[in-house]
């Protein structure tokens, strides 16, 4: 066996003095050179006085010319495919392989960008990039036929396990040695039977993150572009490339190694796999990952010097954590299931599978007799009625909060047992918020394998076998059955009376049961007691009691459950055994695939959507929002539920008004008066308004403000400033200015909007700290300029509305005096003051209720909305009866649903909420909170430039350049992409949509303010 065969090259003595005469000498050019890493040859960059970069190869003395040869028609394929690779440029005299000293060297040409292999996190995104570079590497190379092709050398795939066994023994600490040789042949078992059904042909053989330069995108993450280093180049399977490449993606999220299947599925897209070679990936990731660490341990022993090897070590042993995370078996179906093949053999292979059942939904309360239990545990039905509970994401019994309770589960089962129910079942595959956690970046385990049965206290039952099978396990907590087709039965929570039932030394089982045989007691108890009941295949097997492959052992007769990204692989290993127990399937499917398919289907495509993979959301208590599979997270962004989702005082007041009356406010009836008396009482002592007008949301809010502004004036015009956003009506669309929303905004705003400057003290035309009072007064000035321009234009000014604080530009303050001194001048011209209030109104402010308090102002008309009625449609216009009174020139107003005893009901419940729960006041702490530590992040990454807003309206502006602010959008919106996968909903606003809007819940606590700090910091450490 060659040293090249069983590892361990020492690399060229080569320093890079001679690297410089061989460019000197050879390529003739005068260059300087610095030595780049390598762990069997020596590569040097060389660098000209013009500047023009190349680099120098000395390859190791074991390789050969048909090799090098082989290398440099590889690369012509690579150019002729459209794959970017470094090119080989000749020497003087024109041969692309020069000799020095006895070793072979080459020049290429230099591949601009930046190394990928220490980038930290990769985005899907740049996941799906490598695989599908490693597709087209694979297709450029299907032809290629060169003698040089034929070599053998240790990073070969097909020698993978052979040389982790040889190196292994360099492998100095004991207990990662024998992990590596454990999973080396545990993957080595799982391929063998694979092996000749894998194609061959030309590979790269060591296409991964170290071995591709990457380029900076618009979002300023890396992607994959130019190819390097041909070294590995062999004939060789064709799936090594792309597990070679699957591999190298590990450490770069190493606690979420499915990450990787971004990269398989698009090398599958691009690439089709065969069945066999489908499941000949994840053990080929495993054998890589074992043989990078074992000969990195063997090429520290033999070339200790080597600080490129030995700086690898850590990413090596991170790479073999992460592709031996979860078990081999579970891998290869996450694999199978991702690419759409069936997880069981058909013949000589697998099929694709078909589209799933839709999904079940768990439903509680008492079901039909046939659902007993009687298949299972036949005395039972003589007691009562089996309940079918539902822990479930959208369960009715898991309101206020409930779910949040660590004895939920408990709870549901003895308010069952309390009706009169013998058993509680909780179902097979329904994801369960009871077991989902808050304030985590990580999904919590919600998919239950099995179906657990809760017995009511009392006495003691008999258990039976429900169907026939093989004793293959008795203990004194359950018995496994072997059943047919390589299926087995699990029942856990009682002691096995079979006899003899532990499986001779051959395997064969030593007792057999009927359908309908006494297996065991569940005992007489005065509390409850569990069965856990699961159907799994036979590869989900250990072989020891609980039967299930790598899911946490629970207590005895408690279901095992898996975290949501699991599911895919744990819904193929196992099946509901509803049917066998006598009872009709729940089991639920993540449907946030159908759902956004339905959408595109009929939505327009004006319609925002959030996020590139939305998921589905059907829960929110509080700050938190569930999606469909239990995975919860905090909510940064839904400034219209004030109080939080879920609230149970505005859920009792809807619902109780709406069963007595809900009517049109042109009747009589005592809750418009209370509630508007309610709103008026919030206004500032003396402020003279104290009329209001209540309509459905924000839009129609600013529409009749308009109105009301406009008859009380008798003149059209209104100022609004540039970059504003205030509805969707005609009226108050045609008063939005922004951009984001409109890109032709400032074109098309009808004649009777005039736009003024955007007073923004860090993006607008005067700029400045909060301490300059100056800036304020030039805005101001330059506003009644305007004033002055439109009066002898005979465009009298009716009205200005702006935000109180800038909402769209992402809570931007306004410069301190500048609202006085513009409400003065535009009274002072004969208009109104607008307030839209619909954002940062409501106590969202913190030091204050209404935004405009932070001026020192009053205005004549106030816009409000969004959190009226914490989700429920609820709009309003507060001003004086005076104005008022004026539309009663145009006709009578009224909205059919603004101001009806029910929106009435929840606005009033709304406002005792936020006294009696303090949330002004949890604005003004929490918000105070999420500021600093958004300014502490800020020193330490340069790309948070300003820090906007007050109380739990706040801005954080993402910037390229401090001093220039370049916004930083498409960074921005790839930054809210990967604080979603952390568990935290944060997105973008601003006129150039570089600002992370935080207009949370006012519910927020500081635990939740500080995992989303801390999500924040690690975005913007990791990458996105």
């Not at 509080?622 to 599979?629: A, G, W």
């Amino acid at each position: 066996m060659t040293q090249e065969q069983s590892g361990g090259l020492v690399r060229p003595e080569v320093s890079a003095a001679d690297a410089e005469a061989i460019a000197r000498e050879h390529y003739g050019i005068a260059a300087t050179a610095r030595e780049l890493g390598s762990n069997q040859d020596r590569n040097y960059l060389l660098e000209e006085a013009d500047g023009t970069r190349s680099v120098l190869r000395i390859d190791n003395p074991v390789f050969g010319d048909a090799a090098r040869d082989a290398q440099h028609a590889a690369i012509d394929a690579y150019l002729a495919a459209g794959v970017r690779a470094a090119s080989v440029l000749p020497g003087t005299d024109g041969a692309l392989t020069q000799r020095w000293r006895g070793f072979a060297a080459r020049r290429s040409t230099f591949a601009d960008g930046e190394p990928l292999v220490d980038a930290g996190y990769f985005a899907p995104v740049v996941l799906a990039e490598f695989g599908a570079l490693a597709a087209a590497s694979v297709n450029a190379l299907a032809e290629l036929d060169h003698p040089g092709l034929d070599r053998e050398h240790m990073w070969r795939m097909q020698h993978a396990h052979r040389e982790t066994v040889a190196l292994a023994g360099a492998i100095a600490d004991e207990e990662l040695r024998s992990r590596v040789l454990a999973a080396a042949e545990a993957a080595d078992a799982a391929l063998q039977p694979l092996v000749d059904a894998l194609p061959v042909q030309a590979i790269h053989g060591d296409l991964t993150d170290d071995n591709v330069m990457g380029v900076r995108g618009a979002d300023a993450r890396l992607h994959p572009r130019t190819v390097l280093d041909l070294g590995d180049l062999a004939t060789g399977w064709r799936v090594a490339e792309l597990a070679v490449t699957a591999s190298s993606m590990l450490h770069h999220d190493a606690e979420r190694p499915l990450r990787v299947l971004e990269t398989i599925a698009a090398f599958h897209r691009d690439a089709r796999l065969s069945a066999a070679e489908a499941r000949a990936v994840w053990p080929l990731v495993v054998l890589r990952a074992c043989v990078l660490v074992a000969s990195g341990w063997r090429q520290l022993e033999i070339d200790g010097a080597n600080a490129y090897a030995r700086e690898r070590i850590a990413g090596e042993q991170a790479i073999f954590d992460a592709a031996t995370a979860l078990p081999l078996a579970e891998a290869v179906e996450q694999v199978l299931a991702r690419l759409g093949f069936l997880g069981v053999p058909e013949g000589s292979g697998l099929r694709l599978q078909s589209a799933p059942e839709a999904p079940g939904r768990a439903s509680a309360g008492s079901d039909t007799a046939a659902e007993r239990l009687a298949p299972i545990l036949p005395g039972l039905a003589a007691l009562g009625d089996t309940t079918m509970l539902d822990p479930g994401v959208e369960s009715e019994e898991l309101a206020a909060g409930a779910w949040l309770a660590e004895d939920a589960e408990d709870r549901l089962a003895s308010d069952a047992f309390a009706r009169g129910a013998a058993a509680a079942v909780l179902p097979y595959g329904v994801y369960r918020l009871t077991r989902t956690v808050v304030d985590s970046a990580d999904a919590a385990e919600t998919w239950p394998i099995g179906t657990e049965i809760r017995v009511a206290p009392g006495a003691a039952l008999e258990v039976v076998a429900p169907v026939s099978g093989d004793v293959v396990t008795s203990t004194e907590r359950g018995v496994l059955l072997a059943l047919a087709d390589g299926w087995y039965l699990g029942i856990d929570g009682f002691a096995s009376e079979v006899d003899g039932a532990v499986a001779d030394e051959g395997g064969d089982p030593a007792a057999r049961v009927a359908a309908g045989d006494r297996l065991g007691v569940l005992p007489e108890a005065d509390a409850a007691r569990s069965l856990a009941v699961t159907l799994c295949r036979s590869d989900a097997l250990e072989g020891v009691a609980p039967p299930i492959l790598a899911v946490e052992v629970p207590e005895p007769g408690r279901a095992q459950l898996v975290a949501p990204e699991r599911v895919a692989a744990w819904s193929r290993f196992t099946r509901d055994p509803a049917a066998l127990i006598g009872l009709r399937t729940r089991a639920q499917r993540d449907t946030a695939g159908d759902e956004q398919t339905r959408r595109e289907r009929i939505f327009a495509s004006a319609q925002e959507r959030y996020y590139e993979r939305p998921m589905q959301i059907e829960r929110g208590w509080r700050h938190h929002l569930i999606d469909t599979t239990g995975r919860a997270y905090i909510d940064v962004v839904n400034n219209v539920t004030g109080l939080g989702h879920g609230h149970p005082g505005v859920a009792d007041a809807a619902s109780r008004q709406i069963r007595i009356l809900n009517t049109n406010s042109r009747f009589l009836y005592r809750e418009l008066a209370e509630y508007s008396e309610r709103l008026l009482a919030l206004l500032p002592e003396g402020s003279g308004l104290d009329t209001v007008l209540l309509v459905n949301s924000g839009s129609e809010a600013v529409d009749l403000a308009l109105r009301l502004a406009q008859a009380a004036t008798g003149r059209r015009t209104v100022v609004s400033l540039r970059e504003a956003y205030h509805g969707w009506t005609m009226a108050s669309d045609a008063v939005t200015t922004s951009a984001y929303d409109n890109p032709d905004a400032l074109g098309s705003r009808p004649d009777w909007v005039h736009v003024a400057d955007v007073p923004n003290r860090f993006r607008g035309s005067y700029r400045g700290d909060a301490a300059d009072t100056s800036i304020g007064a030039r805005y101001a000035a330059d506003l009644g300029a305007d004033l002055d321009r439109l009066a002898e234009s005979g465009r009298e000014v009716a009205a200005f509305v702006c935000e109180s604080v800038l909402g769209n530009a992402g809570g931007v303050l306004l410069p301190d005096g500048y609202l006085a001194d513009v409400y003065a001048r535009v009274r002072a011209a004969g208009g109104l003051c607008i307030a839209d209030e619909v954002q940062v109104g409501f106590g969202r402010m913190g030091s204050s209720f209404w935004g405009f308090e932070q001026s020192g102002v009053v205005p004549d008309l106030i816009t409000i909305a969004k959190p009226m009625g914490n989700g429920f449609p609820i709009g309003g216009v507060i001003t004086s009866k005076r104005v008022a009174d004026a539309l009663s020139a145009q006709g009578q107003f009224f909205s059919s649903a603004g101001g009806n005893p029910l929106s009435c009901r929840v606005g009033i419940a709304v406002l005792d909420a936020m006294r009696d729960e303090g949330l002004q006041e949890n604005a003004r702490v929490v918000g105070a909170r999420l500021a600093d530590g958004f300014r502490a992040l800020a020193d330490r990454h340069p790309s948070i430039g300003p820090v906007h807003g007050e109380g739990l309206y706040l801005g954080v502006e993402l910037v390229r350049d401090r001093e220039t602010l370049e916004p930083a959008k498409a960074e921005a919106a790839a930054i809210c992409e990967r604080l979603r996968e952390l568990g935290v909903i944060v997105l973008t606003t601003s006129e150039r949509s570089n600002v992370l809007k935080v207009k949370p819940p006012l519910c927020l606590t500081a635990e939740s303010a500080d995992v989303v700090l801390a999500a924040l910091d690690r975005v913007l450490t990791e990458g996105w």
